[in-house]
Nanobody
């Protein structure tokens, strides 16, 4: 059982996509959920995160364009991506972690997450 990400695709610059992440076998209502993106051969890059109480965090590169949200009743996290740019092209992964961490920016570190989805490809054409 693992997180399932969906909603990726091909979009023109300036367009929008909404990614979803869910897990039918496990409840993540108390977990911090994150979205990362990765280009082939590169490290995973933090995009956004949302805590169990709804506090949100964003990378500077997506702030004002992307919105992370969650629906705990549906056990689903969303990433609404607007005003997309070609540099947003990547494979997007959702992740979850419910443990205690001892530094305030841990959510930006992909190594701190215990559960990962398989990813969904987003391609933004110019």
């Amino acid at each position: 059982v693992q997180l399932q990400a969906s909603g990726g695709g091909l979009v023109q610059a300036g367009g929008s996509l909404r990614l979803s992440c869910t897990d039918s076998g496990r409840t993540y209502s108390n977990y911090l959920m994150g979205w990362f993106r990765q280009l082939s051969g590169q490290a995973r890059e933090f995009v956004a995160a949302i805590s169990g109480t709804g506090k949100t965090y964003y990378a500077d590169s997506v702030k004002g364009r992307f919105t992370i949200s969650r629906d705990n009743a549906k056990n689903t996290v969303y990433l609404q991506m607007n005003a997309q740019k070609p540099e947003d092209t990547a494979r997007y992964y959702c992740a979850a972690d419910g443990r205690t961490h001892h530094y305030s920016t841990w959510y930006q570190n992909s190594e701190e997450y215990e559960s990962w989805g398989q990813g969904t490809q987003v391609t933004v054409s110019s």
